[in-house]
């Protein structure tokens, strides 16, 4: 599969790092391509462009941007680039604020998360809320002793999210499909959640799973 990978952070580099892992083709989208040239000189499968390059590469794209300027590189992307296509958003909309007593504070409400803004704004595209609620250093197959951890997910597109479930096989993990866009008002601030353990007790280790009786 080619993967558009929208970003160059910890985020970008470690789902990129995990397609190409799984044998995927990568490239990496961002406003200046030295910020890559480590990560592509040390990933064969890997290469760097624009937002609009690697949005154009991908059958499948990933969204790893700050949340507060994610319209903008969907925008600088192009939403031709995009249109049908599934859109793996790992972004949070965490405000500039500090934290409360290591509580994010969201520039977003409860009655609309940062997903459905980008939705609406790219009605053509498939987006699909995965990855935003694990730290990066365990994004990709992690090793728990309770076993695999849940992804959370949720999107408007059935095929979108069954490209997702497929990816979170391969990176280790079980998907727990929330439903429609909406529910990233929930997914999103399981962000803050996890946040917690970190800015309180300087863990940023572990990963949410969901119990069932069955
Ligand atoms: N860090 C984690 O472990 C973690 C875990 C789960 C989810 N997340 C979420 O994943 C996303 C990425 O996090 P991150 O820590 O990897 O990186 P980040 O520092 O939040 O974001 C870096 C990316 O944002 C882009 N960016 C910044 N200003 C921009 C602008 N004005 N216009 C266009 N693009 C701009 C940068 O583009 P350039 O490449 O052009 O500089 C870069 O690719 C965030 O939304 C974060 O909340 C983070």
């Known amino acids: 599969m080619k993967v558009g990978v929208l970003g160059s952070g910890d985020v970008a580099k470690a789902l990129a790092g995990g397609f190409i892992k799984h044998g995927h083709q990568v490239m990496l989208g ?3 391509t030295g910020k890559l040239a480590d990560f592509v000189a040390k990933h064969q499968g890997a290469k760097a462009g624009s937002f609009a390059d690697a949005a154009k590469f991908g059958e499948v ?8 300027v994610a319209l903008d590189a969907l925008k600088s992307a192009g939403a031709a680039n995009l249109s ?3 859109v793996i958003d790992a972004t949070n909309p965490i405000a ?7 509580v994010l504070k969201f520039f977003t409400s409860l009655d609309q998360s940062l997903m459905e803004r980008l939705q609406s704004a790219f ?9 935003n609620s694990v730290g990066n ?9 309770a076993g695999k951890p849940t992804m959370f997910i949720c999107g408007n597109d059935e095929k979108a999210k069954a490209a ?3 990816i979170n096989d391969q990176f280790g993990w079980e998907t727990a499909d929330m439903g429609k866009a909406e529910a990233a008002r929930a997914i999103e601030p399981l962000c803050m959640l996890w946040c917690i ?5 300087n863990e940023w280790t572990h990963a949410f799973k969901l119990l069932h009786m069955a």
């Open 197 to 201: 353990l970190g800015f309180t007790k």
């Open 96 to 102: 500039d604020a500090p934290p409360a007593n290591g």
């Open 123 to 131: 009605p053509d595209a498939h987006f699909v809320k995965a990855y």
């Open 164 to 166: 997702v479930r497929g």
């Open 61 to 68: 794209v990933v969204l790893a941007v700050k949340g507060s």
């Open 84 to 86: 049908g296509k599934p």
């Open 137 to 145: 250093a365990r994004m990709i197959n992690p090793q728990f002793p």
């Open 30 to 32: 961002t406003r200046d």
